[in-house]
């Protein structure tokens, strides 16, 4: 029997895994206190909603990726402070992130997010790491799904050029 053969969870973690494992779980962790600000600076309802599900679920990330990490005699990235509530009144003006920079911003988190984990899942020997990044690549596709929406529905979505008139093509 080999090294990789029987319970995954048993089988020793590569380099390559334990960087991509300590950086989605850092990665969790620093969204969890960005997000927890951007939800002091939104006042749009349907935006906090999805602040908070990304939240819950950079929590949930960090919590199983620090499991992992202990599990196999590796210390975590500590864990950011809680940060409290404040009024959005109470944020200057100049200060304040406004509701379309905010939506950008946690689409554009979303969609690197994806490509991390998709990278990750493509560098995994484990499968139970593999399969743990293809549920974190699904739940954030889901996410982005729901972020395009609302971009969408609150006019807030900046289009790439658009191509509108095709150049001719040159004789030869």
């Given at each position: ?16 895994e ?74 200057p ?51 982005g ?15 790439p ?12």
């Amino acid at each position: 029997m080999g090294i990789l053969s029987g319970n995954p969870k048993d089988e020793p973690m590569h380099y390559g895994e334990i960087s991509n494992v300590f950086m989605a779980s850092s990665a969790a962790k620093g969204a969890i206190s960005c997000y927890q600000a951007y939800l002091n600076h939104s006042g749009d309802k349907d935006l906090k909603k999805i602040l908070e599900n990304l939240i819950d679920q950079a929590k949930s990330e960090s919590k199983e990726l620090d499991a992992l990490l202990i599990n196999n005699g590796i210390t975590p990235a500590p864990t950011m402070p809680e940060r409290p509530s404040v009024k959005l009144e109470d944020i200057p003006a100049g200060a304040r992130f406004t509701d379309p920079e905010i939506a950008i911003k946690i689409a554009t988190d979303t969609s690197m997010g994806i490509v991390a984990c998709s990278q990750a899942m493509g560098q995994s020997i484990r499968i139970d790491i593999g399969a743990l990044f293809a549920k974190y690549h699904l739940a954030k596709a889901a996410q982005g799904v729901k972020i395009l929406d609302l971009l969408k529905d609150k006019g807030w979505l900046i289009f790439p050029p658009l191509q509108v008139k095709r150049p001719e093509t040159a004789k030869v």
